[in-house]
Nanobody, 123 residues
Framework: VQLQASGGGLVQAGGSLRLSCAAS????????MGWFRQAPGKEREFVAA????????YYTDSVKGRFTISRDNAKNTVYLQMSSLKPEDTAVYYC?????????????????WGKGTQVTVSS
């Protein structure tokens, strides 16, 4: 079982990027999926999560109104559309999958992790 993240890169402040995370098994259509990030010298932090059906989402306050999480269960893929990017969004972004309810994602361990993708926002 693997999660493969992609879409990171270098972008100027105010720009946009879209991250994708493909799951290797259809089982993930029954899992909530989401994103965390880790900036240099900082702990990994929760960014956003989406319920297995895609009807519920949950965001950390610092990205509300700028980031949008979505999923396509037919493709076993979750997306993170990032807009109005700021230098403080610079981090390695990791996707995760877990059956836990979304509001617990910031504090509980995830069942599955993908390898990270680097996002760098220049000022």
């Amino acid at each position: 079982v693997q999660l493969q993240a992609s879409g990171g890169g270098l972008v100027q402040a105010g720009g946009s990027l879209r991250l994708s995370c493909a799951a290797s098994r259809r089982t993930f259509s029954r899992y909530a999926m989401g994103w965390f990030r880790q900036a240099p010298g900082k702990e990994r932090e929760f960014v956003a999560a989406i319920s297995w059906g895609g009807f519920s989402t949950y965001y950390t306050d610092s990205v509300k109104g700028r980031f949008t999480i979505s999923r396509d269960n037919a493709k076993n893929t979750v997306y993170l559309q990032m807009s109005s990017l700021k230098p403080e969004d610079t981090a390695v972004y990791y996707c995760a999958a877990d059956p836990t309810i979304l509001t617990q994602w910031p504090t509980v361990g995830m069942d599955y992790w993908g390898k990270g993708t680097q996002v760098t926002v220049s000022s």
